[in-house]
């Protein structure tokens, strides 16, 4: 990594949201390591076009967050390209119903892995660097951290914890890292996408009545990365006005 340059982690990365911080934090001059944990080709097209912009200014970090050892792969991964870190963005997460009654002890231990114990052991593992370079962690969280999403009990739990890791870890950690989080609302729809029905409710209840854009989220990242130094401990809604409607 070039000196006086800020680096970037930025995990679930190749495509989506992830993939539009990526390339927002990418043209504000950062240097980005762009994680991912199956869609390597994704990931590895998004670095060569950054790199194609800027030689040697974008990396692929491939783990499994929720696997046993997986970010201790990560963390080990990171300190190979850098030796500071100035933003980690905990973007990775997974999204599928639990309908109490009938969920699964494996579904609850993969959705809170991925969700919210990844981000809170991977933002631990790299403290050091963190703190070396008075750093900045922000956690994507979801409208839905906020009020339940019918059906999908232990997402909507995994999300209100991370909800509360934000503000428990900017207590605690600063004032040498700040901890901020972005609470986006409907912004795409998920590869499951619901029926028309449904999708009408939601921009009914949505009060600029549209889907939000990935662009949104990674300018909400930013801000919180790289303008807002005397900002932490917050969660910054991103959902049109969906909260307003819940």
């Given amino acids: 990594m070039k000196t006086g340059i800020k680096t970037a982690l930025v995990t ?11 390339r927002a934090l990418h043209q504000r001059g950062c240097s980005v390591l762009i994680h991912c944990h199956s869609n390597r080709p994704g990931a590895a097209s ?11 200014s974008a990396w692929v970090l491939c783990a499994d967050l929720s696997a046993p050892g997986g970010v ?13 870190l100035d933003v980690l963005v905990n973007n990775a997460s997974r999204f599928y119903p639990t309908v109490v009654g009938e969920t699964l002890p494996y579904q ?17 593992g790299l403290l050091r660097p963190l703190r ?12 839905h ?42 912004i795409l729809w998920p590869q499951q996408a619901p029926d028309e ?21 990674a300018s909400a990242v930013v801000y919180l990365a790289l303008d807002a130094p005397y900002v932490t401990g917050q969660i910054l809604a991103v959902d049109g006005g969906r909260s307003l409607n819940m």
């Fill in 145 to 186: 951290a906020q009020r339940p999403m019918a059906g999908h009990a232990v997402y909507s739990i995994s999300k209100a914890g991370l909800a509360m890791m934000t503000l428990a870890l900017a207590r605690e950690l600063g004032p040498a890292i700040r901890v901020n989080a972005v609470s986006p609302g409907a």
């Fill in 108 to 124: 609850w231990d993969d959705l809170i892995s991925s969700n919210l114990r990844g981000p809170y052991f991977l933002s631990q």
């Fill in 197 to 217: 029905a449904v999708k009408k409710t939601i921009l009914e209840r949505t009060v600029l009545g549209r889907l939000g854009e990935p662009a949104d989220i």
């Fill in 12 to 22: 679930g990365a190749a495509a989506r949201i992830g993939a539009a911080v990526v």
């Fill in 72 to 84: 201790e792969q990560l963390v080990a991964a990171c300190s190979q390209h850098t030796e500071h």
């Fill in 132 to 143: 070396a370079a008075a750093g900045v962690i922000i956690n994507i969280l979801d409208v």
């Fill in 46 to 56: 998004l670095a060569d076009s950054l790199n194609e912009m800027r030689p040697d």
